[in-house]
């Protein structure tokens, strides 16, 4: 297929997202951007620095305070949206660029002269503070002020405040200095595949080549990937040690026992949560090898290597689906969450256009789901018809629903769901799509294929980033206890997580003890738990309402940002501060390796 790539101005108004619901056009969007401040003050907001200082005055100036907070940061999010998907449309048009950079400095100016407020609450009395907790008037605020004033006993004075928030800058440095490496300064160089053709490596390219049923093209890339980085070694433990370190000063200098604490607590996601995971995954490792054991069977190698993890076991048969296809496919998977559900997205996706639909010139690439409490969830998208893509499409419309009905539900202070359930509803609507089509797909070959997938998606999401998890928790705990980061000390540990977790079935390479080197997330201070999670919770949901219903899910789904995230997910019907939903997931896994086991066996010969 030799299919040109269009220009974004010959995109069909049917396969673009409908943006003129929040501006006709750019015209009018800087005539809005124009009038939102008066220019060239200090403050940018008069009417919000007027309250500063006058916090401790009573509920009705408070109140006012919030709602002249609220009222800005809702308009300044409109032009935000709108000038974020324009820019997205195509990276290279300068009009809509100037408008995204405009509106983005406008935004961090909005924070800076918000900066005073959390401080200012934080250092009132208590009588105060619990007079306003109490009081009718700020009722509908009253979970807004509670989580700023949770993080009171880790709040330090005014002047010391001040200099942690200097700080900030300069701990920006290793994260940087990763980013400036690992996505400019690296360079791959070639790969030879078995015919001796040279490739290009790059990180997209990677990911292919381990894919590749050419096991010379596998072993190359992968060896020479890991190469590259080991040659970088000492640099990049000095920044992943230094990085700890950031997260461990504030820590210790808020007063936190430990860097975990730190991170989990403005969320209230108690540690045991983070450390049951690891606990539960370990237990089901028996599992991962039950799974890497089949692999090996299956591809029917003598040795079955890291490398060789990726490429996929049933002999390509590649499920395809045109857009509309998938569009169709994706409305009928979510029938088990009701009527309404289904008719929402379908008028979203059919009527109202969420969905800007294929790749052009310089559009931004992969997908997402993306808006603000008055526009449409908009979901961006480079759909080419691969299964996957519709993958893609239920994901982001997992989303896109989450926010549509958080929006109908709840006021503005509470529209936005917080990161560490935003993967539940995506990955719980991977699930229906998958069930959907599992009914549907009849063909031997297809449902391996699909099991396949499932399980896959299952082995990446769920055990590898528990994995990622562990050793993050591990380097803290080390430096914590005054241990210093070495080459070789992270070689070891890394290394013994990969046997632990792949297994006997699997001969680990030595070239994988550096890998921990080049994932990005180790920058993120406790993050990589929540995919774990949330595919945990999104497995046993998914469950739970084909056997129950919907109404507790949907709940969950309209709660927006409204409780702390534990308690939303409650409200769905899975306690997270528990095992179980964890061990639900390994089952569920290891169902589809037994699925998988009975779909292979050969025919029974009579
Ligand atoms: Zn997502």
Excluded at 221 to 235: C, H, I, R, S, V
């Amino acid at each position: 297929m030799t299919e040109t790539v269009k220009a974004r101005k010959e995109v069909t108004p049917e396969d673009k997202w409908d943006v003129t619901v929040l501006y006709p056009d750019i015209k009018t969007w800087e005539n809005e951007f124009s009038k939102i401040t008066i220019k060239e003050t200090t403050p940018k907001w008069p009417k919000l620095a007027a309250f500063h200082g006058r916090l401790r005055e009573g509920t009705e100036v408070l109140k006012e305070a919030l709602e002249t907070f609220l009222t800005l940061q809702r308009e300044l999010e409109k032009l935000y949206t709108y000038a974020h998907l324009r820019h997205d449309e195509d990276i290279t048009d300068d009009e809509h660029k100037a408008a995204f950079q405009k509106i983005s400095s406008l935004l961090y100016d909005f924070q800076q002269e918000c900066a005073w407020f959390d401080p200012e609450l934080l250092a009132l009395p208590d009588d105060i503070i619990d007079g306003y907790l109490q009081s009718p008037m700020l009722a509908p605020y009253r979970f807004h002020l509670e989580k700023i004033v949770r993080m009171r006993p880790y709040t330090l004075s005014a002047d010391k405040e001040e200099l942690l928030a200097m700080a900030g800058k300069p701990f920006q440095a290793a994260p940087k200095a990763f980013s400036a490496l690992n996505n400019a300064d690296i360079k791959f160089g070639k790969v030879k595949d078995g015919d001796q053709k040279e490739h290009e490596l790059s990180h997209g390219l990677y990911q292919l080549f381990l894919r590749s049923p050419d096991r010379t093209l596998r072993e190359n890339a992968f060896k020479q990937m890991q190469g590259k980085y080991g040659d970088l070694e000492n640099t990049l433990t000095e920044l992943i040690y230094g990085e700890i370190q950031s997260h461990i000063f504030n820590a210790q200098a808020r007063g936190f026992t430990s860097s975990l604490e730190a991170a989990l607590y403005p969320k209230k996601i108690p540690e045991s949560v983070y450390r049951s995971l690891i606990a539960a995954i370990r237990k089901g490792l028996p599992s991962l090898h039950k799974y890497t054991a089949l692999r090996k069977k299956l591809l029917k190698l003598p040795e079955l290597h890291l490398y060789d993890m990726y490429v996929p076991l049933v002999p390509q048969i590649e499920i395809t689906m045109d857009y509309h296809e998938a569009e169709e496919e994706v409305i009928a998977s979510v029938h088990p969450l009701g009527k309404e559900y289904q008719a929402l997205l379908k008028k979203g996706l059919t009527e109202e256009h969420w969905v800007d639909r294929f790749e052009n010139k310089n559009k931004r690439s992969g997908a997402y789901s993306s808006g603000y409490y008055d526009s449409y969830p908009y979901i961006l998208m480079n759909y080419r018809g691969i299964l996957r893509d519709a993958y893609t499409l239920a994901h982001e419309a997992g989303h896109s629903m989450h926010s549509l009905l958080s929006w109908m539900v709840q006021p503005y202070q509470y529209s936005r769901y917080p990161i560490f359930v935003a993967e539940v509803a995506s990955t719980f609507n991977e699930e229906l799509l998958a069930q959907h089509l599992l009914k549907k797909l009849t063909k031997k070959e297809e449902r391996l294929f699909l099991i396949n997938e499932k399980i896959e998606d299952i082995r990446a999401t769920l055990f590898r980033q528990t994995m990622f998890a562990e050793f993050e928790l591990t380097l803290h705990e080390l430096v914590e206890a005054g241990t210093p980061l070495t080459p070789a000390l992270l070689r070891e540990l890394y290394y013994k997580l990969n046997c632990d977790y792949f297994g006997p079935s699997v001969h680990i390479d030595d070239e994988i003890a550096i890998e921990w080197a080049r994932i990005p997330h180790f920058y993120y201070n406790f993050y990589v738990f929540q995919y774990a999670t949330g595919i945990s919770a999104a497995l046993d949901l998914s469950e739970k309402v084909l056997k129950e219903g919907p109404d507790n899910y949907l709940a969950f789904l309209k709660g927006g940002n409204s409780l702390f995230p534990i308690d939303l997910l409650k409200l769905a019907g899975v306690d997270m501060t528990t095992s179980q939903p964890v061990e639900a997931a390994i089952r569920k896994f290891d169902a589809l390796v037994t699925e998988l086991e009975s779909l292979t066996l050969p025919p029974l010969s009579h």
